[in-house]
């Protein structure tokens, strides 16, 4: 496609949707500079959508704007750190609660094969194998609770948080660990109960969150 060409409201979205997918997934690491004509490539898109798709995405707040270099994706500072891990226990803790209690047998059994993946995933030290697997059990979980709202405040947190999370097996003595909560969730799950789901999960946001924080900078 051209880059002269105007581009289409169906393809600005697009880029929109999947540029929001892989901050969340943890695709960018803190302080990476988006060239745009390298992510329209991997897109297959013109530049002109992924830019408007950037600058969207810099008006939230996911990215930022640095001077003479486009965009970037943003560095956290402990503070910053601290705040978004906060506000992610408060929301998170509450949608996996709610999901808990709303599950079919059939999503439980999806959650199950998320977790044999995640542990997989542990065993092989693959860190993008576990990030996959870990934002769809949690999705799944918590788009479970049946709250828009509630799922639409969880995602805009994730696109803040999902950069870093790529440093989470930087410590290697920590991920064996990794996935116990994600198990203790799934035993409270079958057990239907809902506040130990809660529990389970907002551990699982702590712990991960110790080894981030030692990554942010401390400005």
């Given at each position: 496609?051209?880059?002269?060409?105007?581009?289409?409201?169906?393809?600005?979205?697009?880029?929109?949707?999947?540029?929001?997918?892989?901050?969340?997934?943890?695709?960018?690491?803190?302080?990476?500079?988006?060239?745009?004509?390298?992510?329209?490539?991997?897109?297959?898109?013109?530049?002109?959508?992924?830019?408007?798709?950037?600058?969207?995405?810099?008006?939230?707040?996911a990215l930022v704007n640095s001077p003479n270099c486009g965009v970037a994706v943003p560095l956290l500072t402990r503070a910053e750190f601290d705040d978004l891990l906060q506000a992610r226990l408060l929301l998170e803790g509450e949608a996996a609660e709610r999901g808990a209690l709303r599950l079919s047998e059939a999503e439980t059994a999806r959650l199950a094969a998320l977790c044999d993946r995640m542990r997989a995933a542990v065993d092989a030290a693959d860190a993008k194998g576990y990030l996959d697997a870990n934002e769809d059990f949690h999705r799944l979980l918590y788009a479970t609770a049946g709250s828009p709202a509630l799922m639409n405040l969880i995602e805009t947190l994730w696109l803040k948080a999902g950069p870093i999370s790529n440093r989470l097996f930087d410590v290697p003595e920590a991920v064996p660990r990794l996935n116990d909560a994600h198990e203790d969730a799934l035993a409270a799950l079958r057990r239907r109960d809902g506040a130990a789901v809660r529990a389970a999960i907002e551990r699982d946001l702590f712990v991960a969150g110790q080894t981030l924080r030692r990554r942010c900078g401390s400005g």
């Open positions: 496609m051209s880059a002269r060409r105007p581009p289409t409201s169906t393809q600005q979205d697009n880029s929109y949707a999947r540029l929001r997918q892989w901050l969340g997934l943890g695709r960018f690491v803190p302080g990476e500079r988006l060239k745009i004509r390298q992510v329209a490539a991997e897109l297959g898109v013109g530049v002109m959508p992924v830019r408007a798709a950037l600058q969207r995405l810099a008006a939230e707040g």
